[in-house]
Nanobody, 118 residues
Framework: QVQLVESGGGLVQPGGSLRLSCAAS??????MGWYRQAPGKQRELVAV???????TYADSVKGRFTISRDNARNTVYLQMNSLKPDDTAVYYC??????????????WGQGTQVTVSS
């Protein structure tokens, strides 16, 4: 069975940093990434990374966030620097199985809260 388990969320002041981790199991994933959902807003894509380490970022986080993955450990990370209050959201780890069609993830983690506040 596929499982995605996030960790690393918490409370941080504006301008601070957090590193999110997601330990995945149960499959080989062509694409892994992070979505987020803030109160009263739609869920949005933050960043994705392919099995070959190609990355894509939302415009709002370019230059501040870095996504990476360790294929040997089946783990994806999101390094978040220069955090802003607008980054406050529940962050979800996502994954798409190798060979699966479409753009949307097949699997989702439970989410981890990131709060940026002074």
């Amino acid at each position: 069975q596929v499982q995605l388990v996030e960790s690393g969320g918490g409370l941080v002041q504006p301008g601070g940093s957090l590193r999110l981790s997601c330990a995945a199991s149960g499959s080989i994933f062509s694409t892994m990434g992070w979505y987020r959902q803030a109160p009263g807003k739609q869920r949005e894509l933050v960043a994705v990374i392919t099995l070959g380490y190609t990355t894509t970022y939302a415009d709002s986080v370019k230059g501040r966030f870095t996504i990476s993955r360790d294929n040997a450990r089946n783990t994806v990370y999101l390094q978040m620097n220069s955090l802003k209050p607008d980054d406050t959201a529940v962050y979800y780890c996502t994954a798409r199985r190798l060979g699966a069609p479409g753009q949307t993830p097949d699997y989702w983690g439970q989410g981890t809260q990131v709060t940026v506040s002074s």
